[in-house]
């Protein structure tokens, strides 16, 4: 008798049906496109919110440098492929954020239109001037101490500076969305574009 039950058991066992099979396809298909979207947004960075992070601390700085008197200065930094933002007060640090490294920050001059990366241990330096809250100097600096402040007069660094404004567009490391904002010079003010 346990010969018989043991076969009628197996000829009873048909497998999945199929609906079973097309419902676990479809859930594995799901999950595989949920994987594939949260590696590309890991990826992919956040521009929108760099520009605005940036845009915010450079506005922050004018602020500072029309209402406490000191010798005020913000830095965008490309440590080891990661962007780091300085502000100093007499070359102290008095605030920093960290941006990651999925991003590419650039900025590009309205006087000769190049577009320039800052690239892996550069920095950018904007500085305001006292009183008048305009753009007094712009600086990119490249082999310097990027923990510190930078001395503008020092050995490295170059200004960048030329007329009009000064276009800032954060991307994406893998290409795709791009975010700008443009620095006026002349009276120091910043537009989102």
């Given at each position: 008798m346990r010969g018989y039950e043991n076969t009628n058991r197996q000829l009873n066992n048909k497998g999945f049906s199929l609906?079973?099979?097309?419902v676990a396809v479809a859930v594995m298909a799901v999950l595989v496109?949920?994987?594939?979207?949260?590696?590309?947004?890991?990826?992919?960075g956040d521009p929108k919110r760099a520009s605005k992070t940036i845009s915010g601390?450079?506005?922050?700085?004018?602020?500072?440098?029309?209402?406490?008197?000191?010798?005020?200065?913000?830095?965008i930094v490309n440590d080891g492929g990661t962007y780091k933002l300085y502000t100093y007060k007499n070359g102290?640090?008095?605030?920093?954020?960290?941006?990651?490294?999925?991003?590419?920050?650039?900025?590009?001059?309205?006087?000769?239109?190049t577009e320039t990366l800052i690239e892996n241990n550069e920095k950018l330096i904007v500085k305001f001037a006292q009183g008048s809250g305009k753009v007094s100097g712009l600086y990119s600096a490249e082999s310097v101490d990027l923990e510190s402040a930078t001395d503008v007069s020092g050995a490295g660094v170059t200004s960048v500076m030329a007329t009009g404004y000064c276009?800032?567009?954060a991307t994406s490391s893998g290409g795709g969305s791009a975010e700008d904002f443009k620095l006026y010079y002349e009276t120091g003010t910043i537009v989102q574009d």
């Open positions: 609906i079973e099979l097309l496109g949920l994987a594939a979207y949260s590696v590309t947004l890991m990826n992919s601390e450079i506005a922050s700085l004018r602020g500072n440098t029309l209402a406490v008197a000191g010798d005020w200065q913000y830095e102290q640090t008095q605030d920093y954020k960290s941006l990651g490294g999925r991003i590419k920050i650039y900025y590009k001059n309205k006087a000769d239109g276009t800032f567009k």
